[in-house]
């Protein structure tokens, strides 16, 4: 008989977020594939209106990995982003008016973020160093 892995991920995703996704994802380049720790702290000082909206999305998926598995002992620093993506949203679309009648097109944007987090387990970690 074989055995089955489980995959411990867990995600979360933001969706409908009102910021623009170019902004989102130059924050979201800074921690993708980090620890989750160390991604919360660099985001923590990140002097970026978004850092905080991508933080919090990282934590809830933290959550949701330790909810999912409440057998088992799961600290933060075992835990891995594993992928992180920002995609584009609906864009509302208005107009500012400009002089002599005219209509200048204003978008504004928004942004779906998503998060999947894993958790290291001790055989890939010493499969990596190898």
Do not use: W
Not at 3 to 28: C, F, I, W
Not at 44 to 63: E, G, Q, R
Not at 90 to 95: C, E, G, N, Q, W
């Amino acid at each position: 008989m074989e055995t089955t892995q489980v995959k411990m991920e867990a995600r979360a995703v933001q969706r409908y977020l009102r910021r623009s996704p170019r902004k989102v994802r130059l924050v979201a380049d800074y921690v993708r594939g980090m620890n989750v720790r160390m991604a919360l702290d660099k985001l923590k000082f990140t002097n970026h209106a978004a850092a905080l909206d991508v933080s919090k999305v990282i934590t809830s998926a933290a959550a949701n990995l330790k909810d999912h598995f409440q057998d088992e002992l799961i600290e933060d620093e075992n835990l891995k982003i594993k992928t992180i993506t920002v995609d584009e949203g609906p864009t509302l679309k208005r107009i500012q008016p400009a002089p002599q009648g005219r209509a200048h097109p204003i978008r504004k944007r928004s942004c779906h973020i998503t998060v999947v987090v894993t958790a290291a387990s001790k055989d890939n970690e010493q499969s990596e160093e190898k």
